[in-house]
Structures are given as structure tokens and as C-alpha cells.
């Protein structure tokens, strides 16, 4: 495989201290390389050299002259006023794509990625959809390399497969920063995790997140294995040492400066090796009700659509509810109600007394001008936390923040930081009902394990909503999954909503045709021969899209064993790539006719 982007020895710090020391990583054609490390450790600073839109402050980056290298940021936003189609063209022409392909390409991208209508304003749209346009702005360029940043943040879960779906069988390179553990399952060809555990700053391991989990294990050991054993050399030297070589002598002198050596590597090998873990731990109220809200008949719409109707729930001490449904499905609305915020449409609701409801809100912000210390502590220099005061430099080192981080402003924090914060305020209150809005946005993965642990010891009732696929599957006693349409239905796991998902999933969702003014005569319908390749052609680009996959297999087998096939090959592959493109430009021309 080609090299397309290597760098070799970049390092980055702001202020004193260093991001990351002495990085080298390289990326080749068809890589797919999962980038994982604590919060504050630099990946997305990282992925910011790499798109050229930092630079590091030493060490080289060299991308492969005509690569087209394309960055999607972990916030997707849009100016007022431009429609899904002027992002995509706006994007096609800074590539520098012939505009004779323009439409053909926006049609199929906007298609794949689920788009309905091209002339909605794309600054209006949700999170989701947001996040999903700036991916399809990204793919419709035909890139080399794709740099994604937690590209699966505000993706509801059919979006997030969509996204698997288009990278598992993309002829692009993509680093991808991520702390989904069934996407790093289901998608990286190599991980690597940023952290300064590691000698060399990063650890690469080929393979999927399971891979990686087994070679960090079997590197831990072997990196405790080799302290323990400096540890009993250097109190050997250290005891020799204190007897008072004469080092004049020449064995004497090598053997102090030996000694040196190994404290110094001890003294490395501890400092990396120590760990830390967010100390995240909500407390219940211990009430003994055991009811805690009861819905009968609810139902709750907008505009003439209903998300839900005649829903009958009850939610019990010590139930774990996983609440799924497509963005837009009305999973934030239902939290809405059952924290009181605003009432149903139709039937009732009715809670316990005195019920002590934590909500955490996914568009909750802190201010960014406060600092940490007033960001944690409102009212002064401590907090009370289980009738105990602890000052607010011991609870800020409980969710892994430095004292000298406590007079910084928010906006300084990473996401995952600021995460942490408002998971430790929410810590605070003792509640009965644990109602959480995408918690797990930025966490990295430590803090997505230490959250799981805290959330499966609470002794009181959970609601919650993540695109977490495997916190859903850990947590989860019982999942209620909501269609949008009026519908809501029990499941025993996410497992069997997944499950059932899969039963009822349409077609892949079919390239919209441009509306037609009103005044425009209405288009002619299919000729005999349009419809008999309109019937077919759904089954030609299936049939197409699995001979592409098996051609891709082929070439990374050929890769390790017949390298000098790899161009003829590479070039079939970019051949039937082009012509599954054309298929679905044909398909978007005959829905068009159609509708």
C-alpha cells in the first residue's frame, strides 16, 4: 500500500506543559485507523496538525504530494442562509470536482447519508442531521484521507450505523478519534492510543478495539514485570552505593554511572505508570418507594405529529431504562415530561412524592468565562458531597483536574472536561430518578468505564439516553424504544431493539428527486424500458457494492502476498467504484420520473 501522510517526531504544548512529545504515525492507502487516548491528552490537536490547520511546534509532516486530505470537525456548523445542496457544491467546487459531476455525486452522497430534501437550510438542521451533512460535505470531495473528530457525537444510532457502513466499505484512508467501543470494534483496521503511559507517546496495534485491548494488557504486564524488576536492582545499587565506592576506580565509576541509569529508567517507568480514574459515584436517597412515576395513556406530538401515543410505563427504584429512537424521535421530550418540565397532550403522569429528579441536559453550558474552581464550587472554596465538606482542590482531583487548573476559564477545557465538571455537579444532589441526556459525549474511554460502574451500583431508577451502543447493552434492565411516529414499544435490551430494527429496515434510502416548482408541467412517467431497469437497479448496486467489498479483501491479501498485482487491481477496484457511482446517479434520475 502507498504511503499517503507520515510524521515523524511532532510535538505540541501550550503554555509549560506538553501535549505530546516525539509522535510518529503514518497512514497508507485503505487504513482505517481508530485514535483513542485520555481527555487532554491531544487528539484533536493532533488531528488539527495533520489537516495542516496547526502546526506542531517540532518534528515533520509530510503528506503525499496531490493527496486530497479532508478534516471534519467535532462541531458542525453552517452559515445562515446555505442549503444542503450549496454545502455540497460549495465543497465540490473547493475540490475541484468538474461541475458536470456535480449533480450526479450530490445525489448519490445526499442519498446514502438519508437526505430528503436538498433546499432545507442547513444551519436549521438538528445535531444530527448537522453532523451528518458535514460528513457527506467531506465524502462527496472523493478525498484521499478523511480526519474525523468524534464523528458519532449527536449521530443517533441508525446514524451511526450509516456511518460504519460508509467507512467499512470506503476507498479512502480516515483517522477517526472516537471513544465508541462497538464502532472501534466494527471499523478501525489499527488503533492507536495517544497517552503518556508509553515510551514513545502513542502505541499502535493492528486490528480492532478487541485486538488492542489484548496487546495494551500483555504491554502493561510486561511494563510491570520489567519495574519490578528495576526496582530490586536499584535497591541493590542504592545499598552498594551507600557503602562508598571509591570511583576513581574504573569498574567502581561504570557501575555508578550504570546505577544512574537504571533509577532514571525506574523513575521514568513509575511516572508513566501512574493512573488516575475520574472518581464518578451518584448518590441515591435511599427512599423505599418503590413506585416512582407511572404514565397511562401519555401521549405527546408537535404540529399535527404525534412522537407518542397511549403509553402506558412505570418506572421502579432500581430500573435502568435505555430510551432509543431516531433523532428527532422525541427521546429528550419524553425526559421533558417525566421530569415535569412540560405536560402531555393526552393522559396522565403521576410521580411519588417529594421524588428527587437529576436531569442532566446534553445542551446544558457552562459558563465559559468562570473559572474551574467557581465552575465546581459556586458558593465558595468547598462543597458538600454525602454531609461531608471537601475542599474544591481535593473535588477537582477526584474528576482528574490539576490544582494549578482551578483559576483557568472554562473555555480552556476540553469537552471531555467540561463533561466531568457538569457530571460533578450533577453529583451533588441525591436523587431517586437519574435522568441523563447523552452523558456520554467526550468522556473518554477510562471515564465511559468508571460512569458504567457508578450507574450500575445506583440504587435508584435511570433514564437513559446515549448513542453509547455499549453502555446501552451494559446498563440497560429494559429498553423503550420510540419510532417518532406515534409508537413506543418495550424491549428487553438493546440487543432485541437492535435486533428488531434490523427486521423492519427498509431500503437503503433512495437519492430524493429536486422538488418541481409548481408552475413546472409534470414530468412524463417511466417508459417500459425505465421501469424494467428501475426494478432491477436497486439489486445491481447491492450486487455491485458486495463485488467492490470482496475486491477490497482481495487487496489487502494481495498486499501481504502478491505486491506486484496491487495496481491492476487497485485500478478494477476504482473502475467498479465509478460504475456503482453511475448506477446511483441513474437511480436518482429515475426516482426523479417517478415522483
Not at 397511549?310 to 421530569?339: E, H, P
Request: aromatic share 6%.
Amino acid at each position: 500500500m502507498a504511503l499517503l501522510l507520515n510524521t515523524n517526531q511532532i510535538s505540541k504544548s501550550f503554555g509549560v506543559e506538553p501535549l505530546f512529545r516525539n509522535v510518529s504515525l503514518s497512514i497508507q492507502e485503505g487504513d482505517r485507523l481508530g485514535l483513542i487516548g485520555p481527555n487532554g491528552s491531544g487528539k484533536s490537536t493532533l488531528l488539527q496538525i495533520l489537516a495542516k490547520r496547526l502546526e506542531a511546534d517540532s518534528g515533520d509532516l509530510v503528506i503525499r504530494s496531490g493527496t486530497r486530505l479532508v478534516y471534519v470537525p467535532q462541531d458542525s456548523q453552517f452559515d445562515p442562509g446555505e442549503s444542503v445542496r450549496g454545502v455540497m457544491r460549495r465543497a465540490m467546487r473547493s475540490a475541484g470536482l468538474p461541475e458536470s459531476e456535480w449533480q450526479a455525486r450530490e445525489a448519490e452522497t445526499l442519498g446514502r447519508a438519508g437526505f430528503q430534501n436538498f433546499d432545507a437550510e442547513a444551519a436549521t438542521l438538528s445535531g444530527g442531521w448537522r453532523k451528518r451533512l458535514s460528513i457527506a460535505e467531506a465524502l462527496v470531495q472523493k478525498p484521499e484521507i478523511v480526519l474525523l473528530d468524534e464523528p458519532t457525537n449527536h449521530l443517533d444510532l441508525a446514524g451511526i450505523e450509516w456511518l460504519e457502513k460508509s467507512l467499512q466499505g470506503a476507498p479512502f484512508a480516515c483517522v477517526i478519534i472516537s471513544h465508541d467501543r462497538y464502532f472501534l470494534e466494527n471499523v478501525p483496521t489499527r488503533m492507536a492510543e495517544l497517552n503518556r503511559t508509553y515510551p514513545d507517546g502513542m502505541f499502535y496495534v493492528p486490528g480492532n478495539y478487541s485486538a488492542f485491548l489484548e496487546q495494551k494488557a500483555e504491554f502493561l504486564h510486561a511494563q510491570a514485570k520489567r519495574q519490578s524488576a528495576l526496582e530490586n536492582r536499584v535497591r541493590t545499587e542504592m545499598e552498594w552505593l551507600r557503602r562508598g565506592p571509591k570511583a576513581r576506580a574504573t569498574k567502581a565509576k561504570a557501575r555508578i554511572d550504570n546505577a544512574g541509569e537504571l533509577i532514571a529508567e525506574l523513575s521514568d517507568l513509575r511516572s508513566r505508570s501512574q493512573t488516575a480514574n475520574a472518581g464518578i459515584d451518584f448518590e441515591a436517597t435511599g427512599r423505599k418507594t418503590k413506585r416512582l412515576i407511572h404514565l397511562e395513556n401519555v401521549g405527546f406530538g408537535f404540529e399535527g405529529r404525534a412522537l407518542f401515543e397511549n403509553l402506558d410505563f412505570t418506572i421502579t427504584s432500581g430500573m435502568r431504562v435505555g430510551l432509543v429512537g431516531a433523532n428527532g424521535s422525541g427521546k429528550t421530550t419524553l425526559l421533558q415530561l417525566l421530569r415535569g418540565d412540560i405536560a402531555p397532550l393526552q393522559g396522565q403522569i403521576e410521580r411519588a412524592g417529594n421524588l428527587r429528579i437529576v436531569y442532566f441536559d446534553q445542551r446544558r453550558q457552562i459558563n465559559p468565562e468562570l473559572t474551574l474552581r467557581r465552575a465546581l464550587a459556586p458558593d465558595g472554596d468547598s462543597v458538600i458531597y454525602r454531609d461531608r465538606v471537601i475542599h474544591v482542590a481535593s473535588w477537582a482531583a477526584r474528576f482528574l483536574f490539576a490544582s494549578e487548573q482551578l483559576d483557568q476559564p472554562v473555555s480552556k477545557l476540553s469537552g471531555g472536561e467540561r463533561a466531568r465538571v457538569l457530571i460533578a455537579n450533577l453529583m451533588l444532589e441525591p436523587a431517586d430518578l437519574l435522568l441523563l441526556d447523552e452523558p456520554t459525549n467526550d468522556l473518554d474511554i477510562p471515564t465511559l468505564e468508571i460512569l458504567e460502574e457508578s450507574l450500575l451500583e445506583f440504587e435508584g431508577a435511570l433514564v437513559l439516553v446515549t448513542h453509547d451502543r455499549y453502555l446501552l447493552d451494559r446498563v440497560s434492565t429494559v429498553v423503550l424504544g420510540l419510532d417518532g411516529n406515534g409508537k413506543a414499544e418495550r424491549f428487553a435490551d438493546y440487543s432485541q431493539w437492535a435486533a428488531e430494527q434490523g427486521a423492519r429496515k427498509p431500503p437503503k434510502p433512495k437519492a430524493p428527486a429536486k422538488q418541481t416548482p409548481a408552475a413546472e408541467p409534470q414530468k412524463k412517467k417511466l417508459s417500459y424500458l425505465e421501469g424494467r431497469e428501475y426494478e432491477s437497479i436497486e439489486k445491481r448496486i447491492s450486487a455491485m457494492e458486495e463485488a467492490i467489498q470482496a475486491k477490497r479483501v482481495s487487496l489487502e491479501e494481495a498486499a501481504l502476498k502478491e505486491p506486484l498485482l496491487l495496481e491492476q487491481m487497485y485500478r478494477e477496484l476504482e473502475a467498479s467504484q465509478q460504475e456503482v457511482d453511475l448506477l446511483y446517479a441513474r437511480w436518482a434520475e429515475l426516482e426523479e420520473k417517478v415522483r
